[in-house]
């Protein structure tokens, strides 16, 4: 594992660079985060959020497209509508489909976030069940899928939840709480303040991973969770308080630049 006396000097003023270049108001209008940006209410934030990053892979203009879709269809009101919602209005979302995130999949999340709510008071209480033992992220993720997953969906849909007990990157919630926890400094919301962004992962991406790499401070060769525990060690190394800072330089390098 590095540490900071072999990471380059000229490395961490790039990442400093570039984070703060990337991690600005701008960025908000073409990324999937303009989605929860909407909204001013909590819950209408956590819900929005939770959906869109579920549905963050592809191409970015079609994310969007789709992620609309899902807030229209839910009247622009998420937690409302989901508090209120019976079998009649998830009919709604029967020709709903984004790749292979399609209407079985979609019906199955909505119901369970509407028992998250009524229920078990919310996503970010769902999450601290597994943090707040250890305050450990990969237990936040675990315990969450294992609820998330606990009233029978069928196995298609099983596999839109990352599985980190499995080795998965995790970076699509990774990147869910990134933007739920964060200090809101003009792109992400910092709403959730009992999770330590200190605690953060990194969401690996193919396009944070080839940088990372480029730069030498990734070495594994799979984009797989020890290769998130790799990253966001060495990242923490730089920013021990914040070490998910540096996604948006890695990834807006990656998606934005050669």
């Not at 929005?48 to 592809?58: H, K, N, Q, R, V």
């Not at 940088?211 to 797989?224: E, P, T, Y």
């Amino acid at each position: 594992m590095g540490s900071l006396n072999n990471i380059a000097q000229q490395t961490i003023e790039f990442l400093n660079t570039k984070a703060a270049f990337y991690h600005a108001p701008w960025f908000i209008k073409d990324d999937p985060i303009s989605i929860p940006h909407r909204f001013s209410r909590k819950e209408d934030i956590e819900i929005s959020a939770f959906l869109t990053a579920t549905i963050t892979w592809g191409q970015r203009k079609m994310i969007l497209q789709k992620s609309s879709l899902l807030m229209e269809l839910m009247e622009n009101n998420p937690h409302d509508f989901l508090k209120n919602a019976g079998h009649q209005e998830f009919q709604k979302f029967n020709s709903f489909v984004y790749r292979t995130f399609n209407h079985v999949d979609c019906i199955y999340f909505l119901s369970t976030l509407r028992n998250i709510y009524r229920h078990h008071g919310g996503l970010e209480e769902l999450f601290l069940k597994g943090y707040k033992t250890n305050q450990c992220i990969f237990d936040a993720l675990v315990s969450f899928r294992q609820f998330f997953t606990s009233f029978s969906p069928m196995p298609r849909t099983g596999k839109h939840l990352a599985n980190v007990e499995k080795a998965s990157a995790a970076k699509r919630l990774n990147m869910f709480l990134r933007w739920m926890v964060r200090p809101d400094q003009g792109v992400d919301f910092g709403i959730w303040k009992k999770i330590d962004p200190a605690h953060l992962m990194i969401p690996l991406d193919v396009h944070v991973a080839r940088v990372a790499r480029n730069l030498g401070i990734l070495q594994r060769k799979q984009n797989d969770w020890k290769a998130v525990e790799e990253l966001t060690q060495m990242l923490k190394n730089i920013r021990p308080h914040d070490p998910v800072f540096y996604d948006y330089a890695l990834f807006g390098s990656g998606v934005y630049e050669k």
